[in-house]
């Protein structure tokens, strides 16, 4: 399985962003997702994860009602729109997946899979 991230960039305080992950292989339905990032000197932290079915969903205290995770397993993609967003969101953001588990997965080290990060930057 490989897991490629892509969407990162510059934008300003507010602004937007949407991150995708293709998948390759065609189990895609079988993983559930995550998004995690890592900003200079912190640990890894899980921002969202989602449910192979897409059913069920989790947002870390610090993103929720701005980031919205999301799936097609048709495309064999994840999504993370980030709306609203603040310096502190800065980061490499990474999309993960796994098999295990029933719903979603929020520990680094329950994810088997990794894509390569995209780095996402916030002026102020």
């Known amino acids: 399985v490989q897991l490629q991230a892509s969407g990162g960039g510059l934008v300003q305080a507010g602004g937007s962003l949407r991150l995708s992950c293709a998948v390759s292989g065609r189990t895609f339905s079988t993983y559930a997702m995550g998004w995690f990032r890592q900003a200079p000197g912190k640990e890894r932290e899980c921002v969202a994860a989602i449910s192979r079915s897409g059913g069920s969903t989790y947002y870390a205290d610090s993103v929720k009602g701005r980031f919205t995770i999301s799936r097609d397993n048709a495309k064999n993609t994840v999504y993370l729109q980030m709306n609203s967003l603040k310096p502190e969101d800065t980061a490499v953001y990474f999309c993960?997946?796994?098999?295990?588990?029933?719903?979603?997965?929020?520990?680094?080290?329950?994810?088997?899979?990794w894509g390569q990060g995209t780095e996402v930057t916030v002026s102020s």
């Open positions: 993960a997946a796994t098999k295990s588990g029933s719903y979603y997965n929020t520990r680094s080290e329950d994810y088997n899979y």
